[in-house]
C-alpha cells in the first residue's frame, strides 16, 4: 500500500505564527499546496495533512468515521501547537467544516473557510445511511476542463504535473459521515469566536455560496469578512481565481497578526 501522488502531508518551517491548511473530502494535501506555498513565502509555518481514509485507496475510507479525519485535524494542530504561538487554521471544502470545528473547541488565532457546507440542499444525503447498503459507491469522474488548468499550472511552476489529486470512486458510506460531520459542525457554530474568512463563489455547483451568510450570522465571531468569487468552481485553491483567494488568506493572516 501506498500513497497516491501528490497525497504526501506537506510542511514548511517559518516563524511561530503557524498555518494548517485542510484539503476537502476525496481529496489530498496538494490541493492546498499553491496556498501552503504562498502563505509560506510570508515567512509563516505551514503544515497540510493528509486526513484519514485520503489519498490511499477509495475504498478504505468507507470503513472510517467522520471523526478519524477529524482526528487527523487535532494531530496536525497539536504539531503545530508544539511550534507555533499562534495557529490560523484554512481549509476547503469540508476542510473548512473541519476548521470550524476545531475553532469551536480548541484555542486557534483565526480560520478562513473556502466553500465549506455547513447545511446541504440534496435530499437525497440524509438519505446516504441506507442507499450505502445495495448501492456502496457513486462514481465522479475528475473534471477535465479544471484538470488542464491544474497541469498547466504545475507546468508552469515546475511540479510534476499530476493533475487533481481525488478519488473518482466515492464510497456512499462515507458521504454519509461528512453529512454527520455537517450536521455536527452547524450546532457548534455559536462557539466560534475567532476572526474569521469567509471565501465562496457564485458559480460553486457543489456548495452553495448561500452558506457563507448561514455561517456569518450563526458564528459568534466579532471579526467576519466575507468575499465572493465571481469565476471560480468548487475548488477555489486551483481554480482561475487562485491567486485571489491565495492573496486574501495571506491578507487575513497579516491583519489578524496586527492586531495581537
Request: charge should be negative.
Amino acid at each position: 500500500m501506498q500513497l497516491l501522488a501528490g497525497a504526501e502531508p506537506i510542511f514548511y518551517r517559518g516563524s511561530e505564527t503557524g498555518c494548517l491548511c485542510l484539503h476537502g473530502f476525496m481529496a489530498a494535501p496538494t490541493q492546498m499546496r499553491w496556498m501552503g506555498q504562498h502563505l509560506a513565502a510570508q515567512g509563516y509555518t505551514v503544515y497540510c495533512p493528509r486526513l484519514a481514509g485520503h489519498g490511499i485507496d477509495p475504498r478504505l475510507i468507507s470503513h472510517l468515521r467522520w471523526e478519524d479525519y477529524y482526528a487527523s485535524v487535532l494531530d496536525g494542530y497539536h504539531l503545530l501547537r508544539q511550534q507555533c504561538e499562534h495557529i490560523f487554521v484554512f481549509g476547503l471544502s469540508m476542510g473548512g467544516t473541519l476548521a470550524l470545528l476545531l475553532a469551536s473547541q480548541m484555542e486557534v488565532t483565526a480560520i478562513g473557510v473556502m466553500a465549506s457546507p455547513v447545511q446541504f440542499d440534496s435530499r437525497l444525503m440524509p438519505h446516504a445511511n441506507w442507499v450505502r447498503f445495495f448501492k456502496p459507491y457513486n462514481f465522479y469522474p475528475t473534471p477535465l476542463e479544471l484538470n488542464e488548468k491544474i497541469k498547466a499550472e504545475q507546468a508552469q511552476r515546475g511540479e510534476p504535473i499530476i493533475g487533481q489529486v481525488r478519488y473518482e470512486l466515492w464510497s456512499v458510506a462515507a458521504i454519509n459521515q461528512l453529512y454527520k460531520l455537517v450536521q455536527t459542525t452547524y450546532t457548534k457554530l455559536p462557539a466560534v469566536n475567532v476572526p474569521l474568512l469567509l471565501i465562496y463563489s457564485e458559480k460553486d455547483d457543489v456548495v452553495s455560496h448561500d452558506n457563507c451568510e448561514l455561517i456569518a450570522n450563526r458564528v459568534g465571531s466579532q471579526h467576519v469578512e466575507k468575499h465572493y468569487l465571481k469565476k471560480s468552481g468548487h475548488i477555489l485553491t486551483q481554480d482561475d481565481e487562485r491567486q485571489t483567494v491565495l492573496q486574501l488568506a495571506a491578507e487575513f493572516v497579516h491583519s489578524v497578526c496586527a492586531n495581537l
